[in-house]
């Protein structure tokens, strides 16, 4: 079941250039999420999105910003990418209702050099 | 602010052996959620098991079972006849009713040995 894609699922990049990370979903859920992982650190929550255009910082928001235009697309942008930023990001969703279970991208391994 | 802590980084067990996972939280609420994540080497994120701090009973997913403790504030998880397939790392994570934001923990890396 391909309820949340990401993409891209690798890049690599340099010091100070762009990145955008696209996470789609197919579940028609209200939230969205955008997590890091780390080594040591857990993942830790970076933006997250209650609706279209509705959208919050999590413990971790310097340095990223998100755009939710529509309930299926949620976008992480680094705006100048630094090697702190090497990570794997995960997007992850959930309804408004039910068991507030969350359902999780494949991940997206991103290498800032 | 909500804290979740997992204390034992790496673990191991031998296969068909039983092992416990720690978690403790921090939470002034009353009514919450936590959860039990599993993140095999695929990567992919998996829910194990989930539980609602306002009902008493332990949940039970198969051979995954949690202890959970309100007033002390954990939420381990037992693996009875541990398989090879439970390699992966587990992340305990909370969130408080009515706000949407889950916290994880550092995790735990087990490694279940044939």
């Known amino acids: 079941d391909a309820g949340i894609t990401q993409s891209p699922r690798h890049k690599v990049t340099e010091t100070g250039t762009p990145v955008t990370l696209r996470c789609h979903q197919t579940e028609n859920h209200r939230y969205m999420y955008w997590y890091r992982q780390d080594p040591g650190h857990g993942l830790r929550l970076i933006h997250y999105s209650y609706g279209v255009k509705d959208t919050d910082k999590g413990e971790v928001s310097d340095g990223y910003s998100v755009s939710r235009s529509k309930t299926e697309d949620f976008l992480l942008t680094l705006e100048s990418a630094t090697s702190s930023q090497t990570s794997v990001y995960f997007c992850?969703?959930?309804?408004?209702?039910?068991?507030?279970?969350?359902?999780f991208g494949a991940g997206s391994r991103l290498t800032v050099l | 602010a909500q804290t979740v802590t997992q204390s034992q980084p790496e673990m191991s067990v031998q296969e068909a052996e039983t092992v416990t996972l720690s978690c403790t939280y921090d939470?002034?609420?009353?009514?919450?959620?936590l959860f039990w994540y599993k993140q095999p080497p695929s990567r992919q994120m998996i829910l194990v098991i989930r539980q609602e701090a306002y009902k008493q009973q332990n949940a039970t997913e198969n051979r995954f079972s949690v202890n959970f403790q309100k007033a002390a504030k954990s939420f381990s998880l037992k693996i009875s006849d541990s398989q090879l397939g439970d390699t992966a790392m587990y992340f305990c994570a909370f969130m408080s009713e009515g706000t949407y934001k889950y916290i994880f923990g550092t995790g735990t890396r087990l490694k279940v040995l044939a």
């Open positions: 939470t002034s609420e009353n009514n919450y959620y």
């Open positions: 992850a969703s959930q309804r408004e209702s039910g068991a507030n279970v969350l359902t």
